[in-house]
């Protein structure tokens, strides 16, 4: 089954700054990777995603980049804002088979210093 | 469109009891995730539902834990004998097809005492 890791498992930067949190993937199945904001005892929310036709997306201050090659894709937040302080979820999924479901790599503590 | 709801919000129960939650995707969204959260962990997925056919069940979903979708409109997951170790957010999300983003409800946290 695939396997996502996920790196660092806490960020700490100072507000403006950048920030970039790193997954790796098993699966050459996988094919679809969003990436999830959760904050204290609320829902996982959706923020990004990328599919594997293309290399690179963005919107706004996030970004999202795939290496297919590497099985890996990062996260990328430019001008921290404190209100970006969060746990970031990755996660893999296999769109072209009816398998359904989401592997999730362990998330990321990002803390944005004001 | 109010989103993914699941009832109910919390839960604490003594061991051995039974519980059943529930979940309500998006109207509309034929396919219904379940999934289990701990703390300092990604979402773990448990099963899903294309309309009312369980497609898939993961072996973290022991035979005490049982989840039906009869109408292909809300789901409802049921854990049996309780254990301490079942203590978790469990989370219910829905896509409108195998494409599409997963939206998540806001979780149920069960406390075992």
């Known amino acids: 089954g695939e396997n996502v890791e996920q790196h660092p498992s806490t960020l700490s930067v100072q507000e403006g700054d950048s920030a970039v949190i790193k997954c790796t993937y098993s699966d050459s199945a996988s094919n679809y990777f969003p990436w999830y904001k959760q904050e204290l005892g609320k829902r996982p929310q959706l923020i990004i995603d990328?599919?594997?036709?293309?290399g690179e997306k963005k919107d706004q201050r996030i970004a999202v980049t795939l290496n297919k090659t590497a099985k890996h894709f990062s996260l990328h937040i430019t001008e921290t804002q404190p209100e970006d302080s969060a746990v970031y979820f990755c996660a893999a999924k296999a769109s072209d088979t009816n398998a359904g479901k989401s592997t999730f790599g362990d998330g990321t503590t990002l803390t944005v210093k004001p | 469109d109010t989103g993914v709801s699941q009832d109910p919000r919390h839960k604490i129960t003594k061991r051995g009891q039974n519980v059943t939650f529930r979940c309500d995707p998006i109207?509309?969204?034929?396919?219904l995730y379940w999934y289990r959260q701990t703390l300092g962990q990604g979402p773990e997925f448990l099963t899903y539902f294309q309309n009312e056919a369980q497609l898939e069940k993961s072996r973290l979903l022991s035979d005490r834990f049982s989840a039906e979708r009869p109408k292909g409109s809300f789901s409802t997951l049921e854990i049996q004998r309780t254990e301490q170790g079942d203590s978790a957010m469990y989370l219910c999300?829905?896509?409108?097809?195998?494409?599409?983003?997963?939206?998540f409800g806001d979780g149920t946290r069960l406390s075992i005492l």
């Open positions: 990328i599919r594997s036709n293309v």
């Open positions: 109207s509309e969204h034929n396919r």
């Open positions: 999300a829905s896509t409108l097809d195998r494409f599409g983003p997963q939206h």
